[in-house]
């Protein structure tokens, strides 16, 4: 499975940062797991496919039709992409990033004890970054 951990750059219009954090793989789940093993809230997923809403559908998915790029900002302002029902409930249970930072400040020590590859600590200094600089943080898992 595939996952990209993604900041947001701004909640009106809601706005998905171009810089990402690729989890491909078997090592990039593990280190996804490791991270959410801390706090069950701290790092939540949501399918890509239940982010955009499709026109004229009642379900939260958009049947595969939504593909995120890596790399490139989102902008989901209502008129090119609107955001699903399902994906507006989602982010109102995202965590502050002042609540994020203060759980790794209580867990951080024995999780950067647990990481030893240069890429898994600079995955984690990135999302301490987003977290430091206000940015609320989720996991994007591609379809």
Not at 25 to 30: K, Q, T, V, W
């Amino acid at each position: 499975m595939n996952y990209t951990i993604v900041p947001i750059l701004t909640r009106e219009p809601l706005t998905l940062g171009a810089e990402f954090l690729a989890l491909d793989g078997a090592e990039g789940e593990a280190w996804k797991k490791a991270i959410q093993a801390l706090h069950p809230t701290l790092l939540p997923q949501l399918k890509e496919s239940a982010l955009v809403e499709e026109e004229e559908s009642a379900f939260c998915t958009a049947g595969g039709l939504f593909e995120y790029q890596r790399g490139q900002e989102l902008v989901l302002d209502g008129q090119h992409l609107a955001l699903s029902h399902c994906a507006e409930h989602f982010l109102d249970f995202l965590l502050s990033s002042e609540h994020c930072l203060e759980i790794m400040e209580e867990k951080a020590h024995s999780f950067e004890k647990s990481i030893s590859a240069v890429e898994q600590q600079e995955r984690f200094s990135t999302l301490m970054r987003w977290w430091e600089k206000g940015y609320s943080v989720f996991v994007l898992q591609h379809n």
